[in-house]
């Protein structure tokens, strides 16, 4: 029900430019506090680009790979087994498009039975209330006015000026589920989250994959252990990683592409894929219109409750950059619309977990060694080994690891480090503990489910409580 006791000059409560994750969950939260919502988006794009670009295509052809190679059970069944000899574009695109298609009916309905409006096409800011919507069909015009207007337009790839897209071989992130076949070679350049997880799908699949990294070193913020076990893990399937080099020139011709590196290597290949960074996608907002100005990468700057210079304006998603990430940018749109209409919430969580899902995936939560070295606090480290695990051995998963980080001086847990099958959804375990200021003595008493992977967090704790011991005799 709308509120009658505030009368308002507009057609609209708020207006939500964008439905990815973010645009999503601000529009649900303001239609739950009974307010008129109009989400603005391409009908193609409904659901952002998490939904039809980014995170769920990705992450469904990644389990396309893996049912497909049948990589996870080669140690059980041998080198040599597959599930299907000859995967083609197509075995990979069924899944993903199903996949797609069902989410993006999900976001539709979810929109539709909070009553919130749905308009088809690009919006723009007339004025700092008043958004113009431009649908696909000439003339399609519609103007939308809001006391509040929550921007949530997310990314684009960037793409270089010299470089060629050309939509076949030479493709950017976005545009990698339109290959035609699957590459036998294929250049990644940039050794960012997207970069290294496609370059982990494509060497599973067979390809073989150069990285060129302009830095000497890639996902810096993860456990440096970890990720030189994912280095190993990538080299055996046939990766090559060039560190510290730079793309000068990539040349294309019908049949294949020749990369050259400022050092003045020519890497030739089938494709290459471009996942060098992303741009805020504000170029089509007309911000001044609306009072406001984005940085030199398109993204827009806001206050800690998500509002931009122009106060009924906020901003949220990738759109205003760090983390960028999906569940960060749905709770970022949840927060900006309570803020708008004055409900009462808590701040995001300072702890949140970062999942990459490469082959094999990471994922953490809090501190790495790193950060607590730098600031000289004391801990002891936990790990579990799966080859260890019952778990582990009946999964074929000889690898994975789970790391704790234990303060010597509290036994609180401060950060987890996890490699491998199931890191992703292990994490929240570990982030649970943390989040109710656990200490390390919680998951050494608890019992867990036998044989499961979550038993690596009660070997981890008596690992490091058998260190932690051993300093506490010998002091
Ligand atoms: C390949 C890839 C893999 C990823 N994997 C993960 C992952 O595993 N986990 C994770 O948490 N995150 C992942 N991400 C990041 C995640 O997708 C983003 O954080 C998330 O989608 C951002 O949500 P958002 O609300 O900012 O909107 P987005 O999902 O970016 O969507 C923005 C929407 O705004 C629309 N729009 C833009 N301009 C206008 C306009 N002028 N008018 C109307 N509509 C407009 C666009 O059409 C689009 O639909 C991945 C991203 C990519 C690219
Ligand atoms: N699992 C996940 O949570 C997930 C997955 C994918 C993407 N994402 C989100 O998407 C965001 C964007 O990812 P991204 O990988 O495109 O960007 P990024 O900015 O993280 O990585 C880009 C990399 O490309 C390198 N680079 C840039 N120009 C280069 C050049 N000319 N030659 C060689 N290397 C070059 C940069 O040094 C950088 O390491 C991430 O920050 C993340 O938030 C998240």
Redesign the pocket.
């Known amino acids: 029900m709308r509120r009658l006791d505030v009368v308002s000059e507009h057609e609209y409560d708020l207006i939500v430019?964008?439905?990815?994750?973010?645009?999503q969950k601000a529009a649900i939260a303001a239609a739950k506090l009974g307010k008129k919502v109009a989400v603005?988006?391409?009908h193609d794009?409904v659901?952002?680009?998490?939904v039809?670009?980014?995170?769920i295509p990705?992450?469904t052809l990644r389990e396309a790979v893996l049912y497909l190679t049948g990589m996870n059970q080669r140690e059980l069944y041998g080198a040599s087994y597959r599930v299907k000899q000859d995967i083609t574009i197509a075995d990979l695109l069924a899944r993903t498009q199903h996949v797609v298609g069902r989410e993006v009916q999900v976001v539709r309905a979810q929109l539709m039975r909070n009553h919130i409006d749905l308009v088809d096409?690009?919006?723009?800011f007339t004025d700092p209330h008043t958004v113009l919507v431009e649908g696909r069909h000439r003339g399609d015009r519609r103007t939308l006015s809001a006391d509040h207007v929550v921007i949530?337009?997310?990314?684009r790839p960037a793409r270089p000026k010299q470089v060629d897209f050309d939509a076949a071989r030479v493709l950017d992130?976005?545009e990698i589920l339109r290959l035609e076949q699957i590459p036998s070679s294929l250049v990644v350049v940039g050794a960012g989250v997207?970069g290294i997880?496609y370059a982990s799908m494509f060497a599973a699949l067979g390809s073989r994959v150069t990285v060129v990294e302009q830095r000497d070193h890639m996902l810096d913020f993860c456990d440096p252990e970890i990720v030189e076990s994912l280095k190993f893990q990538l080299r055996d399937l046939g990766v090559t990683f060039r560190f510290g080099e730079k793309v000068a020139d990539v040349a294309v011709n019908d049949h294949a592409t020749i990369t050259t590196l400022v050092s003045g290597k020519r890497i030739p290949a089938d494709g290459v894929m471009y996942s060098a960074g992303?741009q805020g996608?504000t170029g089509?907002?007309n911000l001044e219109a609306a009072g406001l100005t984005a940085d030199e990468r398109g993204r827009l700057a806001v206050d800690e409750n998500y509002r931009t210079a122009v106060p009924h304006i906020y901003a949220?998603?990738?759109?205003i950059g760090f983390p960028?990430?999906?569940?960060t940018?749905m709770d970022q749109?949840r927060l900006a619309a309570y803020h708008a209409f004055g409900e009462p919430a808590h701040e995001l969580g300072a702890l949140q977990p970062i999942?990459i899902?490469t082959i094999p995936e990471i994922s953490y939560v809090g501190a790495t060694e790193a950060q607590l070295t730098s600031s000289s606090v004391p801990y002891e480290v936990g790990i579990a080994r799966y080859r260890e695990l019952a778990r582990g051995q009946i999964t074929g998963d000889s690898y994975g690891m789970l790391k704790l980080l234990v303060s010597t001086a509290d036994r609180k847990l401060l950060g987890v480090h996890v490699f491998g099958t199931g890191a992703t959804d292990l994490v929240h375990i570990g982030q649970a503990v943390m989040g109710c200021g656990g200490t390390v003595d919680y998951l050494v008493d608890a019992v867990f489910n036998y044989p499961t992977l979550s038993e690596a967090y009660k070997v981890a704790a008596l690992d490091a409580t058998n260190k932690i011991r051993a300093l506490e005799r010998f002091s």
């Open positions: 430019i964008g439905s990815g994750p973010g645009g603005v988006d391409r794009m659901g952002g680009v998490c039809n670009t980014g995170t990705s992450k096409g690009t919006g723009s949530a337009t997310g990314t992130s976005d997207i997880e992303r996608m089509e907002l949220v998603g990738d759109v960028a990430l999906a569940a940018s749109g999942g899902y």
